[in-house]
């Protein structure tokens, strides 16, 4: 794959490293979003079908990036929503606890707090048990020791949202099928970018914020509910959400019946007719460039870096547990961080600073100027600080 910044209206002199952060808008999005905006002049245009139709091609498509019929994902407008939507539906195992991991996302680590709490059962934070950059295969050894029969709930990110450490679903989703704990993963910041499939994973629901690595807008994100949410209670009662919603001239001949498994789901209002343009454009065009492209493009820009910088004593995570779209630079202790964050801004280069981690993310809109100019500064910094 080529670079593909001419897709967006990135500032030519920009470095921007932070899709992790937030994804820039799409030509093609900002178009079908001005046009959503145009049509909104006349409602007399709108049928029936276009409160459906449209949220049904988003989750198709969200289908195909994750291995789900479109049935088992919801529309929802945060990632907390998504969390709240499945711990509501889990039974505790009594006596037992729920596993997540050290520095997790506010966002679920409340979430899963909360529902220990309601729910008499203890929250286990796992943390590696070393002190290395190289946290990876300890951190993962160390989140499989602790499930077991008491675990009712283990809700994890697919990738660490600060750092990028990879956590190894496949053996994580074995585990908790074998002693039959709901796994909850957060792919917020992967899916769109990095192999996510629901079913080889063992994964009972996947939640995701849509605005960073799937190109959608802000407050839309989508979720998959695996067969055993099916018959489960949803936050909200929306009427759009009944067997006979596409009825509108009889909606209130009650329908006590949902529409089929996940769909239940929805968040209300989810034909949001301003911002499922965007969000289906967004994921159209993961779709047509593919995830495993997106990842060997960041993989050959993520080498010169990790090559480059090596040489500096910057250290970087082992190969099997980085995210070559996510991941940290390991600054020799001394260089101060948050200056060079500053530093870097003054050079019109964007990242993100995540606790200590100095966050880089790649996308297919980064090319190798922006590895350069990236490795060109850092380098000047490195020697700057050695005198
Ligand atoms: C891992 C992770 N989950 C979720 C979110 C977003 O959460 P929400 O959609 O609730 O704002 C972020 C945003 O940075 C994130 O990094």
Redesign the pocket.
């Known amino acids: 794959m080529k670079c593909q910044k001419h897709l967006f209206n990135l500032d030519d002199n920009v470095h921007y490293l932070n899709c992790?952060?937030k994804a820039p808008l799409l030509k093609s999005s900002e178009t079908a979003a001005i046009n959503a905006l145009i049509k909104d002049r006349n409602p007399f245009k709108l049928t029936p079908d276009d409160f459906f139709n449209d949220v049904h091609n988003v989750k198709s498509l969200f289908g195909n990036l994750i291995n789900c019929h479109k049935d088992n994902i919801a529309l929802i407008p945060?990632?907390?929503y998504g969390f709240s939507t499945a711990l509501n539906n889990i039974k505790a195992k009594v006596g037992g606890n729920a596993i997540t991991i050290k520095d997790e996302?506010p966002?679920?680590y409340f979430s899963l707090k909360k529902w220990c709490e309601n729910n008499h059962n203890e929250l286990r934070i796992i943390s590696p048990s070393i002190n290395s950059y190289k946290l990876g295969a300890n951190w993962n050894t160390e989140i499989l020791k602790n499930i077991n029969e008491n675990t009712s709930i283990v809700l994890i990110?697919s990738i660490h949202?600060m750092n990028g450490t990879k956590f190894n679903l496949t053996e994580i989703g074995e585990k908790c099928k074998k002693y039959g704990a709901i796994f909850i993963v957060?792919g917020?910041?992967s899916v769109g970018a990095m192999k996510m499939d629901v079913k080889k994973y063992n994964i009972d629901a996947l939640i995701c914020?849509s605005y960073?690595w799937l190109f959608g807008p802000y407050s839309m994100?989508l979720a998959y509910f695996s067969d055993k949410f099916q018959n489960g209670s949803p936050i909200e009662e929306s009427w759009m959400n009944r067997s006979n919603a596409k009825d509108f001239s009889s909606l209130t001949n009650y329908d006590s019946n949902y529409q089929k498994k996940s769909n239940r789901y929805d968040v209300g209002e989810k034909s949001n007719f301003l911002l499922i343009p965007i969000l289906l454009n967004g994921i159209k065009q993961v779709n047509s460039w593919t995830v495993n492209e997106i990842q060997n493009y960041c993989k050959g820009l993520a080498k010169p870096i990790i090559e480059e910088l090596s040489k500096f004593n910057v250290k970087f995570e082992d190969e099997e547990y980085l995210s070559p779209h996510l991941f940290t630079l390991n600054l020799p202790g001394n260089i101060d961080s948050k200056s060079l964050k500053k530093e870097l801004e003054k050079q019109n280069i964007y990242i993100s600073l995540r606790g200590d981690f100095l966050r880089l993310s790649f996308n297919v809109f980064n090319n190798e100027n922006d590895v350069n100019k990236l490795i060109s500064v850092i380098k000047k910094q490195l020697q700057i600080n050695n005198n």
Do not use: M, P, V
């Open positions: 992790a952060y945060s990632s907390s996302f966002g679920s990110s949202w957060d917020t910041q914020a960073k994100g």
